[in-house]
């Protein structure tokens, strides 16, 4: 892979999987924008990174404003250089009801989820079109396959980003570009931690008990998917979707 190749941006990258992801690819050799929508996480995931001997560059928006992500992904060009793997990783959670569901939590969590994904992607492809060479990944849900109940919106949301992975795949796979999901399932993150304190979900064990691999899932469990499909030997793995649930989801 020539150097040109491994700039990165990782979406929600100030902690969970987006620092997870980002720790990760880093290692791998790549520099890495780190992006959140919050400015302390995401600067001390940078430094981390940097102090360790990577290369990372925090910058700060929400996906889902477009000025703000042209932005940030223009001030990692000029640092770091064309822009060929994506993680489309950002994502917020809301349990509610659906006949509770207003519109403003609906649109909030489809703006973020699922039209940040498409904003930040149609931002950074022009980088991967030029060098006819990039990795694209996005962070769907088990929720998304199995359903969750007072998560219509938020598995909505997450199913439209399986959809979106598909047709992207197909529209890119001659241009050199691969288009991937990943479907985490229960990931000890600060919103699974959120959902658990709030009581939100069954007691962790209870929930675990039916899983074949019967714990949470680690960040860094899908840090490595992200790896693998990120990775110059995953050229020809296009349109999937890769479950990160010790078997909960088929
Ligand atoms: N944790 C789980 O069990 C689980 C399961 C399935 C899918 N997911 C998905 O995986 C992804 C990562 O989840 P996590 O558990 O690490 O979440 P998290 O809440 O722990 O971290 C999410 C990060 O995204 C950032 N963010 C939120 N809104 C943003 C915005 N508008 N613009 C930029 N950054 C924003 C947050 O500041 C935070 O740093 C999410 O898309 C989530 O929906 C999580």
Known sequence: MSETRKIA????????????????LAEDGMA?????INAEPVASVAQAINSA??????????????????????????????????????GVENFTAFAEIDDVNW???????????????????????????????????????IGAPNMVHYSASKGGLISMTRSLAQELGSRGITVNSIAPGFIDTPMARRAIAGNKLPPVDELVRAYPIPRMGR??????????????EAGYVTAQLLGVNGGTAV
């Open 9 to 24: 941006l990782v979406t929600g990258a100030g902690v969970g999987m987006g620092e997870a992801i980002s720790r990760r």
């Open 32 to 36: 890495v924008g780190v992006l959140d």
């Open 53 to 90: 001997g990577g290369r990372a560059l925090p910058v700060v928006a929400d996906v889902s404003d477009r000025d703000q992500v042209e932005k940030a992904v223009q001030t990692i060009r000029e640092s770091l250089g064309p822009i060929t793997v994506l993680v489309n990783n950002a």
């Open 107 to 145: 649109d909030r969590i489809l703006a973020v989820n699922l039209k940040g994904a498409y904003l930040v992607t149609q931002t950074v492809l022009p980088d991967m079109l030029e060098l006819a060479w990039g990795r694209i990944i996005n962070i769907s849900s088990f929720g998304a396959q």
């Open 219 to 232: 960040p860094e469990e899908v840090a490595a998917a992200c790896a693998y499909f990120a990775s110059e």
